[in-house]
């Protein structure tokens, strides 16, 4: 039997792979020392968020038709969809994305400026400056992302930002991304926010007032006369964000800065800024969250304007979420709903879990929105409606809430 004889070659050679050996294994060492600690973290995190029953999951639910879901094999009627107007399955605008999905592919390519501007998102955004009555419209990725773009755009870290205390969570993110000093005025308090401009006002460049036309978790509108009249008369610019109002409550008064969301009533996906021509030009060039990321795909643009035009040409559908919610309210004995978001406040998360599960049991989806999304010891159920439930489908969710023990007691 031959032996073979390491030459120079192989016994350098299988020093080398020894070599590498180790510096991969230490590697793994060091790797599973990390993430033995990214993983402490996390379960550390997330036991406290059990303990204090804060932990979010994601439960697999189908949607449709209509307000209908499916959830662990039980049919339930949904009243946690912000698809006011039931578009997002409407045959209309599902034909006008498949159209454009079909004829552009699914994706936009890259971003705007970069790819080229695509018609479609082009004709959505004159339609809904027309709609809003501005001279232009820019749609960004989604309404969080145009939040994070335009308010960074307009102040920095010499200005000022007020904030409706009850504002969504992507009006916080921009303002702390321009670096602009941050207060917030009590929520829909006018007297407040002019307290605050007339004492600080003069000590910065630019000023800027993000309110909301309806509030997401509450349901209210904002006093937005007396708001925009209290910011002009500090030079202060205001923004109205309108996820929630769009095509369901009446528009009332226009800010100068007037964006939302395609993803609620329009019943699809993107965000969109409404304002003079000069400020949409303004953001082509500074909204980071709209020069560096990818537009909109077609289909989506396609879709929200099918929808945009639905919304116009159907009045009578706008006004029916309102009314399914004044009458849900009127049940219940809690304040008149002033849109079709209705809060059933309940206190203690728990409790709101707990009834949350027991609407669950009796056919209802009606999501508990717990802190941080709302206030600390003010979790609820967000009750929203759609001009796609039937009347017998909110009596029988008022009943059931009746029943369990919710009402009148539980209103703000
Ligand atoms: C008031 C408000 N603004 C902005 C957004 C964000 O919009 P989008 O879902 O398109 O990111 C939401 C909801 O998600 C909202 O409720």
């Known amino acids: 039997m031959s032996t073979v004889r390491p030459t120079?070659?192989?016994?350098?050679?299988?020093?080398?792979?020894?070599?590498?050996?180790?510096?991969?294994?230490?590697?793994?060492?060091?790797?599973?020392?990390?993430?033995?600690?990214?993983?402490?973290?996390?379960?550390?995190?997330?036991?406290?968020?059990?303990?204090?029953?804060?932990?979010?999951r994601l439960v697999d639910t189908a949607r449709g038709p209509g307000p209908a879901a499916r959830r662990g094999g039980r049919a339930l009627v949904s009243f946690s969809c912000n698809d006011y107007l039931g578009l997002s399955d409407d045959p209309r605008v599902i034909a006008a994305g498949q159209e454009?999905?079909?004829?552009?592919?699914?994706?936009?390519?890259?971003?705007?400026?970069?790819?080229?501007?695509?018609?479609?998102?082009?004709?959505?955004?004159?339609?809904?400056?027309?709609?809003?009555?501005?001279?232009?419209?820019?749609v960004f990725g989604s309404g969080y992302m145009a939040n994070l773009g335009i308010v960074p755009a307009l102040a920095g870290p010499k200005d000022l930002v007020l904030i409706?205390?009850?504002?969504?969570?992507?009006?916080?993110?921009?303002?702390?991304?321009?670096?602009?000093?941050?207060?917030?005025?009590?929520?829909?308090?006018?007297?407040?926010?002019?307290?605050?401009?007339?004492?600080?006002r003069g000590r910065h460049g630019r000023a800027l007032v993000l309110t909301e036309r309806v509030f997401s978790m509450d349901g209210d509108r904002?006093?937005?006369?007396?708001?925009?009249?209290?910011?002009?008369?500090?030079?202060?610019?205001?923004?109205?964000?309108?996820?929630?109002?769009?095509?369901v409550v009446e528009a009332g008064a226009r800010a100068p800065l007037e964006m939302g969301t395609l993803s609620k009533t329009l019943g699809?996906?993107?965000?969109?800024?409404?304002?003079?021509?000069?400020?949409?030009?303004?953001?082509?060039s500074r909204a980071r969250s709209f020069v560096y990321t990818t537009g909109l795909p077609p289909a989506s643009a396609a879709a929200a304007l099918r929808?945009?035009?639905?919304?116009?040409?159907?009045?009578?559908?706008?006004?029916?979420?309102?009314?399914?919610?004044?009458?849900?309210?009127?049940?219940?004995?809690?304040?008149?709903?002033?849109s079709p978001i209705v809060p059933v406040l309940v206190g203690a998360a728990e409790a709101a879990l707990a009834l949350s599960a027991a609407l669950e049991a009796r056919g209802f989806l009606v999501v508990a929105i717990r802190p941080p999304t709302v206030p600390a010891g003010t979790a609820r159920l967000r009750v929203a409606f759609s001009a796609a439930h039937t009347v017998d489908q909110v009596d029988a969710l008022a009943e059931a809430l009746i029943g369990l023990g919710a009402g009148a007691a539980t209103a703000p």
Request: hydrophobic share 45%; charged share 20%.
């Open 8 to 56: 120079s070659e192989t016994v350098a050679a299988k020093n080398s792979a020894a070599k590498n050996s180790a510096a991969k294994s230490s590697a793994a060492e060091r790797s599973g020392a990390e993430s033995s600690s990214l993983d402490a973290f996390a379960r550390e995190t997330l036991a406290d968020l059990d303990a204090r029953s804060l932990r979010r």
């Open 100 to 138: 454009a999905l079909a004829r552009y592919g699914a994706g936009a390519g890259a971003s705007r400026l970069v790819t080229g501007n695509h018609p479609v998102l082009a004709a959505l955004e004159a339609r809904l400056a027309a709609h809003k009555g501005k001279d232009a419209a820019l």
């Open 164 to 200: 409706d205390a009850l504002g969504h969570s992507c009006l916080f993110a921009g303002a702390q991304v321009s670096g602009a000093t941050m207060l917030r005025f009590r929520h829909n308090d006018v007297d407040h926010l002019r307290g605050l401009l007339s004492a600080r």
């Open 222 to 247: 904002a006093p937005l006369s007396a708001i925009l009249e209290a910011a002009a008369a500090h030079d202060a610019w205001t923004l109205v964000d309108d996820a929630h109002g769009l095509g």
């Open 268 to 284: 699809s996906y993107g965000g969109y800024l409404c304002a003079s021509r000069g400020v949409i030009d303004l953001m082509t």
């Open 307 to 338: 929808a945009l035009e639905i919304v116009e040409a159907e009045p009578e559908r706008a006004a029916r979420p309102l009314a399914l919610a004044r009458r849900f309210t009127a049940r219940l004995g809690l304040p008149e709903a002033q």
